[in-house]
């Protein structure tokens, strides 16, 4: 038996591909698309025996993208949060110390 608990994971989103999750876990690449020149990984080798059904595999690629692009939303917005005139600030004492005009004499 077994109790899939994640606390502070992503959701529902998890929670309804829980499967894809776990191949996709079990995929041997890091950074794999799962797409089509990929061999020995885990979707493509599920979807092939019919073990995943390209239609959801579909939809959970559809849903993954859509939460991706949220949060790149929400990156975006976090950094206009940060300096408009901060950043005028910053880009002038970096000018000046750039500079070294002003030495300390011994
Ligand atoms: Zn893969």
Redo the contacts with the bound molecule.
Sequence with gaps: MQLWEQDGGSDAHADAFADIEEL?QR?Q?RD?T?GKR?HG????SALARGELDAGRYENYLKTGRELARIARKEQIAARKNLTPAQNRLRNKQERRSGKHSSQSWE
């Excluded at 990984?41 to 493509?44: L, V």
Aim: aromatic share 10%.
């Design positions: 996709v995929c690449y794999c799962h990929e990984c885990a979707i493509k």
